[in-house]
C-alpha cells in the first residue's frame, strides 16, 4: 500500500476545491487534490468544436465579490477576462407566447406588456411602501407577493429565480437564497427610501476592475484549468475517494484510479470540497443525515449552433427565461452565447443554449437526446423565426447539480458546521452551503483557506477531537 503525506489534502476538484487548492498552494503548504472524474472543473467545463466554443455549465459570471476579483486578478498572466457585449443588458421574459423586454425603468414599467396595469401599480408601489418580512422564515413567493403582488412573483421573480436555482419560488428560502436581501426586507418598508439613506450611508468602495458580466479568453474552463496547473502531480484526477479515516494526526483517504490497488493518502487537515451526498458519504451518518434531506435539481444543458441566415429573430439580447406560470413551455430559460460574447461562435453563425428540466420538469434528465432536442426545436422554431437545422448539437447532463435552499436550509446548515466543528482538523466547501454561484464558491474557498493557512501557523495545531471515524462512521 503507497502512502503519501500532505499538510491539506482536498476532496473534489470543482470551482471550490480548486480554489482552496491555488490559495494554499500560493501559501506555500503542501497540498494535495482528488478528483474522481478525468477532469477538474466539476460542472465548469469548456470544450470547442468547429469554431464554437461550449460552456458545458456556468456560461458567464456577475463579478460582485472582492475574493472573485481578487482571483482574477492573480490569474491575469494566464487568462484573460472578456466582458460582456452591451447587447447583453437586454433580458426577455417568455408569456403569453412572446417575448417581453424586462422593464429597467419607470418609463419601460408604465408600457411593458408583461404585466397587466393592476400589477404594474402593485409593483410601482411596492418600492415605495409594504409590510416588513419580520422573524418570520418566508419562502421567495410569499415575500415577493407581500412586496409585489402575486402576478410579479409568478412572472418576473420566478424566471429569474429559475435562471439561478432551476427552483420553485413556493419552496425557495427567500432567507437562505438571498440573505442580504431578506435583512433589507426584514427592516424596511419603503425599498426606495432604504435605497436612497443606503446611498448617503456607505463608505466610498475600492474601485471596481471589471463590472457586469465578464467570461474569459477559452471559456471559463480556462479559468479551472488555471487553478489546477500549479499543483502538478499533487492533483489527481480520476480518483474515486472509498473511504475517510480520522485518526490521531489527522486523516487516511483510500481512494482507487481505474484498476490500479487502492492507493492510501494522508494528511494533517482535510477539505471535503464535494456535492452534500458525497460528503455525507465520506463523513459519516450524522451528516449524511443532514445531507439526505437537501434536494438537488437535474438539468439539461443543449448547446445549438445555427447558419445566422437561418435565425430570423435578431437575438439582440442576453436571452429569455421562463416564469412559473407559463406551465406549457417545456424550456427553462434560453441565452444567446454569440450575443453575449461574439467569440463563442464562428463567422455568420450564431450559438443559442437551452436549459431544459429543473424544478419544472425534473423528468428532463433522462430522456433521450432525440426528445430533448424535438422539444428545444418545436419551441423555439416559431419563436425565433428558425427556418433551418441545427449545424451542431451538443448535449450535457447534470443529475442533482444545484442544491435547493428550501425553508429550514439555514437551519440544517447551521447544524452541519456544529457537526463539523467536532472535528478541528476538517473543513466542508461546496455550494450547498453559502451560495450556489461561482462568486459565493469561490469567496467560501477563499476564506477557509486563508483561515486554514492562519491555522496551520499556530505554535500548537489544535488536538484532534475525541469521536474518531472508524470506518468512515458516524462524526
Given at each position: 500500500?503507497?502512502?503519501?503525506?500532505?499538510?491539506?489534502?482536498?476532496?473534489?476538484?470543482?470551482?471550490?476545491?480548486l480554489?482552496?487548492?491555488?490559495?494554499?498552494?500560493?501559501?506555500?503548504v503542501?497540498?494535495?487534490?482528488?478528483?474522481?472524474?478525468?477532469?477538474?472543473?466539476?460542472?465548469?467545463?469548456?470544450?470547442?468544436?468547429?469554431g464554437?466554443?461550449?460552456?458545458?455549465?456556468p456560461?458567464n459570471?456577475?463579478?460582485?465579490?472582492?475574493?472573485?476579483?481578487?482571483?482574477?486578478?492573480?490569474?491575469?498572466?494566464?487568462?484573460?477576462?472578456v466582458?460582456?457585449?452591451?447587447?447583453?443588458?437586454?433580458?426577455f421574459?417568455?408569456?403569453?407566447?412572446?417575448?417581453?423586454?424586462?422593464?429597467?425603468?419607470?418609463?419601460?414599467?408604465?408600457?411593458?406588456?408583461?404585466?397587466?396595469?393592476?400589477?404594474?401599480?402593485?409593483?410601482m408601489?411596492?418600492?415605495?411602501?409594504?409590510?416588513?418580512?419580520?422573524?418570520?422564515?418566508?419562502?421567495?413567493?410569499?415575500?415577493?407577493?407581500?412586496?409585489?403582488?402575486?402576478?410579479?412573483?409568478?412572472?418576473?421573480?420566478?424566471?429569474?429565480?429559475?435562471?439561478?436555482?432551476?427552483?420553485?419560488?413556493?419552496?425557495?428560502?427567500?432567507n437562505?437564497?438571498?440573505?442580504a436581501?431578506?435583512?433589507?426586507?426584514?427592516?424596511?418598508?419603503?425599498?426606495?427610501?432604504?435605497?436612497?439613506?443606503?446611498?448617503?450611508?456607505?463608505?466610498?468602495?475600492?474601485?471596481?476592475?471589471?463590472?457586469?458580466?465578464?467570461?474569459?479568453?477559452?471559456?471559463?474552463?480556462?479559468?479551472?484549468?488555471?487553478?489546477?496547473?500549479?499543483?502538478?502531480?499533487?492533483?489527481?484526477?480520476?480518483?474515486?475517494?472509498?473511504?475517510?479515516?480520522?485518526?490521531?494526526?489527522?486523516y487516511?483517504?483510500?481512494?482507487?484510479?481505474?484498476?490500479?490497488?487502492?492507493?492510501?493518502?494522508?494528511?494533517?487537515?482535510?477539505?471535503?470540497a464535494?456535492?452534500?451526498?458525497?460528503?455525507?458519504?465520506?463523513?459519516?451518518?450524522?451528516?449524511?443525515?443532514?445531507?439526505?434531506?437537501?434536494?438537488?435539481a437535474?438539468?439539461?444543458?443543449?448547446?445549438l449552433?445555427?447558419?445566422?441566415?437561418?435565425?430570423g429573430?435578431?437575438?439582440?439580447?442576453?436571452?429569455?427565461?421562463?416564469?412559473?406560470?407559463?406551465?406549457?413551455f417545456?424550456?427553462?430559460?434560453?441565452l444567446?452565447?454569440?450575443?453575449?460574447?461574439?467569440?463563442?461562435?464562428?463567422?455568420?453563425?450564431?450559438?443559442?443554449?437551452?436549459?431544459?428540466?429543473?424544478?419544472r420538469?425534473?423528468?428532463?434528465?433522462?430522456?433521450?437526446?432525440?426528445?430533448?432536442?424535438?422539444?428545444?426545436?418545436?419551441?423555439?422554431?416559431?419563436?425565433?423565426?428558425?427556418?433551418?437545422?441545427?449545424?451542431?448539437?451538443?448535449?450535457?447532463?447534470?443529475?442533482?447539480?444545484?442544491?435547493?435552499?428550501?425553508?429550514?436550509?439555514?437551519a440544517?446548515?447551521?447544524?452541519?458546521?456544529?457537526?463539523?466543528?467536532?472535528?478541528?482538523?476538517?473543513?466542508?466547501?461546496?455550494?450547498y452551503?453559502?451560495?450556489?454561484?461561482?462568486?459565493?464558491?469561490?469567496?467560501?474557498?477563499?476564506?477557509?483557506?486563508?483561515?486554514?493557512?492562519?491555522?496551520?501557523?499556530?505554535?500548537?495545531?489544535?488536538?484532534?477531537?475525541?469521536?474518531?471515524?472508524?470506518?468512515?462512521?458516524?462524526?
Amino acid at each position: 500500500m503507497n502512502t503519501t503525506a500532505y499538510e491539506v489534502l482536498i476532496v473534489g476538484g470543482g470551482i471550490s476545491g480548486l480554489t482552496a487548492a491555488w490559495h494554499l498552494n500560493r501559501a506555500g503548504v503542501h497540498v494535495g487534490l482528488l478528483e474522481s472524474l478525468p477532469t477538474v472543473g466539476g460542472c465548469t467545463q469548456t470544450h470547442e468544436r468547429n469554431g464554437f466554443l461550449l460552456e458545458k455549465g456556468p456560461f458567464n459570471v456577475m463579478v460582485r465579490d472582492p475574493s472573485f476579483e481578487d482571483l482574477l486578478s492573480d490569474l491575469s498572466d494566464q487568462v484573460g477576462v472578456v466582458s460582456a457585449s452591451s447587447t447583453a443588458r437586454k433580458r426577455f421574459i417568455y408569456r403569453g407566447g412572446k417575448l417581453h423586454l424586462v422593464p429597467t425603468n419607470p418609463v419601460s414599467l408604465a408600457t411593458t406588456r408583461l404585466l397587466r396595469p393592476r400589477s404594474r401599480a402593485r409593483l410601482m408601489a411596492g418600492m415605495v411602501m409594504s409590510k416588513r418580512s419580520g422573524d418570520t422564515e418566508q419562502t421567495i413567493e410569499q415575500a415577493a407577493s407581500r412586496r409585489f403582488g402575486r402576478e410579479v412573483a409568478d412572472t418576473m421573480i420566478s424566471a429569474v429565480i429559475s435562471g439561478v436555482f432551476a427552483g420553485d419560488i413556493r419552496k425557495l428560502s427567500a432567507n437562505a437564497c438571498f440573505p442580504a436581501v431578506s435583512r433589507i426586507d426584514a427592516r424596511a418598508r419603503s425599498l426606495i427610501g432604504y435605497g436612497l439613506a443606503s446611498a448617503f450611508r456607505k463608505k466610498p468602495k475600492r474601485p471596481r476592475r471589471w463590472r457586469g458580466l465578464v467570461s474569459v479568453d477559452g471559456g471559463l474552463g480556462a479559468l479551472t484549468a488555471a487553478l489546477g496547473k500549479p499543483m502538478g502531480p499533487d492533483l489527481r484526477t480520476g480518483a474515486s475517494v472509498r473511504q475517510v479515516r480520522e485518526t490521531p494526526d489527522g486523516y487516511e483517504i483510500d481512494f482507487q484510479s481505474s484498476d490500479k490497488p487502492t492507493e492510501t493518502l494522508q494528511c494533517r487537515y482535510l477539505i471535503m470540497a464535494t456535492p452534500a451526498a458525497e460528503a455525507g458519504r465520506l463523513l459519516g451518518s450524522k451528516i449524511a443525515d443532514i445531507a439526505g434531506t437537501i434536494e438537488s435539481a437535474s438539468l439539461v444543458v443543449l448547446n445549438l449552433g445555427f447558419r445566422r441566415s437561418h435565425v430570423g429573430h435578431p437575438l439582440d439580447g442576453f436571452g429569455f427565461l421562463v416564469p412559473q406560470n407559463e406551465p406549457g413551455f417545456p424550456l427553462m430559460g434560453v441565452l444567446w452565447a454569440d450575443s453575449i460574447f461574439p467569440h463563442h461562435a464562428p463567422p455568420d453563425h450564431c450559438l443559442i443554449r437551452i436549459f431544459i428540466g429543473g424544478a419544472r420538469d425534473p423528468g428532463a434528465i433522462d430522456r433521450t437526446e432525440d426528445q430533448l432536442l424535438r422539444t428545444a426545436t418545436t419551441a423555439l422554431r416559431g419563436l425565433l423565426d428558425i427556418s433551418g437545422d441545427p449545424v451542431l448539437v451538443d448535449f450535457c447532463r447534470y443529475r442533482a447539480a444545484i442544491p435547493q435552499y428550501h425553508l429550514g436550509h439555514q437551519a440544517k446548515i447551521e447544524q452541519l458546521h456544529r457537526i463539523v466543528a467536532q472535528s478541528p482538523r476538517l473543513r466542508v466547501i461546496g455550494n450547498y452551503l453559502e451560495g450556489v454561484s461561482l462568486n459565493d464558491c469561490v469567496r467560501l474557498a477563499t476564506h477557509t483557506a486563508s483561515d486554514l493557512v492562519e491555522q496551520i501557523k499556530q505554535p500548537s495545531p489544535p488536538q484532534p477531537s475525541d469521536q474518531r471515524l472508524a470506518n468512515a462512521g458516524a462524526i
